[in-house]
């Protein structure tokens, strides 16, 4: 029996015992061919990343996968995106936020959908799930995105919290061996952003 967790614009994510399917849905406005193709090559991405992602910090084991579709382990825990204000531990929590974020950024991977919503605690580790708009890179600026939007993220859904939480992503980041660089690189981010909003 499946039940439908989350539906996003790519796709359809259902529960299945303790499984999850996330399956990247047709496009009936694009053409047959195109719509297809991008499908087989955006799920064989994510695969790639998830498997990378995988030997490095926590996220859900890859069961199997087809053209379209990804079966995942379910990871039993709560979404941070609903938890993370009452947590007793959340700086340390957001420490290790930025850790991962350091560990993923010094390989090369980037997210590309930081939110507390796409993150799992379970048994005290934080889980990163939906790679589905992340893609490699060595670009500074990639990565100060990366954590622009978890900021964003944070200021949106944490707001009585937001500071404090992104000092201790930070702080966990300085782990990362061009943390100096990225974080150099996010305020100029920053600023583009605040000239952007003056026009």
Do not use: W
């Not at 359809?12 to 195109?34: A, F, G, M, Q, W």
């Not at 991962?100 to 959908?113: F, P, T």
Request: with cysteine.
């Amino acid at each position: 029996m499946k039940s439908l967790i989350a539906r996003g614009a790519e796709a359809l994510i259902l529960r299945k015992n303790n499984t999850v399917i996330k399956n990247r849905i047709v496009k009936s406005y694009r053409i047959s061919e195109l719509d297809n193709k991008l499908r087989k090559q955006r799920t064989k991405k994510e695969i790639k990343l998830l498997e990378k992602a995988s030997k490095i910090i926590p996220v859900p084991k890859i069961i199997k996968s087809s053209d379209y579709q990804i079966e995942l382990e379910f990871i039993k825990g709560k979404k941070l995106s609903e938890s993370l204000d009452k947590l007793k531990n959340a700086k340390n929590i957001c420490k290790q936020i930025g850790q991962n974020m350091a560990k993923l950024h010094d390989n090369n991977i980037i997210h590309g959908d930081l939110t507390t919503s796409n993150m799992i605690l379970s048994e005290g580790k934080v889980y990163f799930i939906d790679f589905g708009l992340g893609f490699e890179s060595s670009k500074s600026e990639d990565k100060a995105v990366d954590l622009h939007l978890i900021k964003q993220a944070l200021e949106a859904k944490h707001f009585t919290n937001h500071e404090g939480f992104f000092q201790a992503i930070k702080k966990g980041y300085s782990a990362s061996t061009k943390a100096k660089e990225v974080l150099t690189r996010l305020n100029a981010v920053e600023k583009r952003g605040r000239y952007k909003e003056q026009y």
